[in-house]
């Protein structure tokens, strides 16, 4: 098997949707947001965060520090999809087809 198969690589997508509507419910979205970027994800849009792991295994790890880092309301949805199938994903600005861009390259080192 191919060390860096498009296959085995794993992207983690966390969406989520929190109340904000008083100073303590910003703080609590500000801290799960933290954490998200603490952890290595990255923004992708508006409470969409996604983050490269290089095998099933590693992306396991990141999914359940998200898990313990959840809330205690508001609505969070974790996905974890091929380096293929994000390569696939088409994206548009407004009516024109816009590239997808990685946010970076995720470097083993040895």
Not at 53 to 59: D, R, V
Not at 78 to 84: G, R, S, V
Request: net charge positive; aromatic share 14%; with cysteine.
């Amino acid at each position: 098997m191919e060390r860096f198969s498009e296959y085995r690589i794993m992207w983690v997508l966390v969406f989520f949707d929190l109340p904000t509507e008083t100073k303590k419910e910003r703080k609590l979205y500000a801290n799960f947001r933290k954490k998200l970027l603490n952890d290595g994800f990255t923004m992708f849009q508006f409470s969409i965060y996604l983050r490269h792991c290089p095998s099933k295994e590693n992306a396991e790890v990141h999914i359940k520090r998200v898990k313990a880092a959840l809330p205690a309301y508001g609505e969070v949805g974790i996905l974890c999809i091929t380096d293929k199938q994000f390569g696939q994903m088409e994206l548009f600005r407004g009516c024109k087809a816009a590239p997808v861009k990685t946010p970076y390259q995720q470097l083993e080192l040895f």
